[in-house]
């Protein structure tokens, strides 16, 4: 008999002695018990290596669970049904608002405040009822800072759920209105079944990008999330290096491996950039933690890749917005001085052609001066306008002129080897619009056409014309109504647009240009001054060939030139005026100008000065002229001064510009008249003339 199992060898002693004693006709029988023993031994020693590998598979699995917790900066609550806080772990900046351990044993629904505590009530009953997934946002007043948080709950087994709170109030703070970003589910479970379902919630419900890494750097798992954001696939990428890694950022990602895989520290929100399967680049913020195995040596590491893109789009856009409000502060700045200058330069010019002989040529010099005047005092409200310190105001002008004068900046600005064709038509009407927006447009049109031909160069062409849309003519245009338009054109030749980039041309901050050159709003503000308006903007465009914007602005019906209004006598009087301007030249000026007129002037160069004089004998002056921008005290400041003393002192208030003061603040406040430097001989004559015979 062959080689009999301990434990029968042992049963066959006890009740028969040696086995060698057994008859004959038994031995098929304890042959057949003794192979029942020898299969028993080998399935138990199958089983307890089955035992072995499941625990050491569950080890390894709360393993990484545990790394997901330090990954993740949330705050995980399991609560059964009526609400009741079980358990709790907190990430690594849970900045939440209250520590974890003194939530254990309450109820979720009294923790926040009341009307927050009522979400929580019918979140809960929600996910119990309908055994899915709920997420709410709510916030919160914490050392008198808003604090904002998004919490999602998600059922588990005998009636428990898993609440994930996480701070937002960075993303909430950086995206203003804009919601962007779904919650991360981003808890640990203990137990070995809960942690497999908590552990494929987290991934595959994550907003965020979620890699699994072996120490050498390939992957072992990645989330849909990934391949939605960056396009690889699992199937392509497994047991493989992520090529997205940019050149630039070779070094970064050297030392963020270093201190999570060598040093094993883990990294939050470390901002750097990534490429897309299809070449595009990502601003993405990391966070990486390394996890063990179940004997505690390294494993892996596990990567949270966030999409930040929009919002460095949008910080960037914001520090652009402040440049644009310095220089426009800047802008003010410059045109309140240089407004004073050319209030003496065209004042005295002005005085100078009062007493000048008619058809001289000193006459002729002067009268020069004062268009040159002109045109910079046109300047000033130029750059005003663009600076967006200056209302816009409409009149009926020609588009002719406008356009030539524009012409002769682009010509000194854009290359030799963009040739200009120019067709305008001599009969154009007139338009309803602001001069400096019908510039602007232009400008923006052939900026952007000298962009698109920067390289190759090419042809720019410029065309005006007055069109005419009737019925027959709306199917093609169906955005325009019938009537007359003037027609301005702008074509290129350069590499033209797609289609999907057709659509998106006019958005605020769209550009095709390299990242530095314009601001992306060149378009959209073309866009909006064109409907201002009541105009319409068309574009056609094809790859490597060019494109052609056209603007079509309505025509005013009675289109003749504005009548030039013929010169009358100035205005005179006899009244004393006290002149208040810290500005000697502007000061000296004024007075000459206005003292020819007849009147009496007593001129200070301080504010505290003249209201000093004006106190001293009210009685003696019939008007006050001042300045607004004065050190010690502005000009309406002096008025309010003033009117204290005599509410009915008519006060005229002048400017450069302003920030603090408008004309509708003025008369609000009293002010009698509100006028912009610099100021002409008639203007002023005129403007003394009405707030005296009001007065009276």
Not at 576 to 592: A, C, H, K
Request: charged share 30%.
């Amino acid at each position: 008999m062959k080689d009999i199992h301990n434990l029968l060898s042992r049963q066959i002693k006890r009740y028969f002695g040696e086995a060698a004693t057994l008859p004959k006709e038994w031995k098929p029988f304890i042959e057949a018990v003794n192979d029942a023993y020898r299969e028993y031994d080998d399935d138990r020693s199958m089983l307890e290596r089955s035992l072995e590998l499941s625990s050491q598979e569950l080890l390894h699995s709360n393993s990484e669970m545990r790394a997901v917790i330090k990954a993740f900066p949330d705050l995980f609550l399991w609560i059964d049904r009526e609400g009741k806080i079980l358990d709790c772990k907190e990430g690594s900046a849970a900045n939440l608002f209250l520590p974890a351990h003194q939530l254990v044993g309450k109820r979720i629904q009294n923790v926040p405040e009341k009307d927050i505590g009522e979400k929580f009530e019918q979140a809960i009953r929600r996910v119990q009822q309908e055994r899915t997934m709920f997420s709410l946002e709510y916030a919160l007043t914490l050392n008198d800072k808003r604090h904002y948080y998004e919490s999602r709950i998600l059922p588990l087994i005998e009636d428990q759920c898993l609440c994930i709170v996480r701070n937002i109030t960075e993303r909430k703070e950086a995206e203003a209105a804009l919601k962007q970003s779904e919650k991360q589910f981003k808890k640990l479970y203990e137990e070995s079944r809960k942690a497999e379902e908590v552990y494929r919630s987290l991934i595959h419900s994550s907003a965020d990008a979620i890699v699994l890494y072996d120490l050498t750097g390939n992957v072992r798992y990645i989330s849909p999330v990934f391949t939605q954001l960056f396009g690889w696939p699992l199937t392509e990428l497994e047991g493989q290096k992520i090529p997205f890694i940019p050149e630039s950022e070779t070094e970064a990602t050297r030392f963020l491996i270093d201190e999570v895989v060598r040093k094993n520290r883990p990294i939050h929100g470390f901002e750097t950039r990534r490429l897309t399967r299809d070449g595009r680049i990502l601003d993405v913020s990391i966070s990486a933690s390394r996890f063990d195995d179940h004997e505690g040596k390294p494993y892996g590491t596990l990567v949270v890749l966030r999409d930040i893109t929009e919002r460095k789009r949008l910080e960037a856009h914001f520090r652009q917005a402040q440049k644009m409000e310095s220089i426009g502060t800047l802008a003010g700045g410059i045109a309140h001085d240089f407004n004073n200058l050319l209030s003496a330069i065209m004042g005295y010019t002005e005085l100078c052609l009062a007493e000048t002989p008619k058809s001289g040529m000193v006459e002729r010099r002067l009268t020069r001066v004062m268009q040159a005047s002109e045109r910079a005092k046109d300047l000033v409200n130029q750059i005003l306008t663009f600076s967006r310190q200056k209302e816009q105001a409409k009149k009926p002008l020609q588009i002719r002129p406008i356009v030539k004068e524009a012409l002769k900046l682009l010509r000194a600005s854009i290359p030799s080897i963009i040739h200009f064709q120019i067709d305008i038509a001599e009969d154009t009407g007139a338009i309803l619009a602001d001069p400096t927006q019908i510039h602007q447009v232009l400008m923006n049109l052939c900026t952007n056409a000298a962009h698109a031909m920067q390289e190759k160069g090419g042809m720019l062409t410029i065309t005006i014309a007055n069109v005419q849309i009737g019925k027959k003519d709306l199917s093609a245009h169906s955005d325009l109504m019938e009537g007359e338009y003037v027609r301005l054109t702008v074509a290129d030749t350069g590499h033209g647009m797609t289609p999907h980039i057709l659509e998106k041309i006019f958005e605020p901050y769209f550009t095709m240009n390299r990242r530095g050159e314009g601001t992306g709003l060149g378009l959209s503000l073309v866009h909006g001054i064109v409907k201002s308006m009541d105009g319409v903007i068309r574009v056609s465009s094809t790859p490597d060939e060019g494109s052609t914007f056209e603007v079509f602005i309505p025509r005013l019906e009675n289109d003749q030139e504005e009548v030039i209004a013929v010169e009358t006598a100035l205005p005179v009087g006899m009244e004393t005026i006290l002149l208040v301007d810290d500005e000697d030249f502007v000061l000296d000026m004024t007075r000459e100008m206005i003292e020819s007129l007849g009147y009496t002037v007593i001129a200070r160069t301080s504010s505290l000065e003249a209201l000093k004089a004006f106190r001293a004998n009210p009685d003696r002056f019939d008007l006050i002229i001042s300045d607004q921008m004065m050190p010690n005290m502005t000009g309406q400041e002096l008025a309010m001064n003033i009117r204290a003393i005599n509410p009915r002192m008519p006060f005229i208030l002048c400017t450069g510009f302003s920030t603090r003061v408008t004309e509708e603040k003025a008369r609000q406040s009293g002010i009698a008249a509100f006028v912009y430097k610099p100021v002409l001989r008639q203007g002023m004559a005129e403007t003394i003339r009405r707030v005296l015979d009001e007065r009276a």
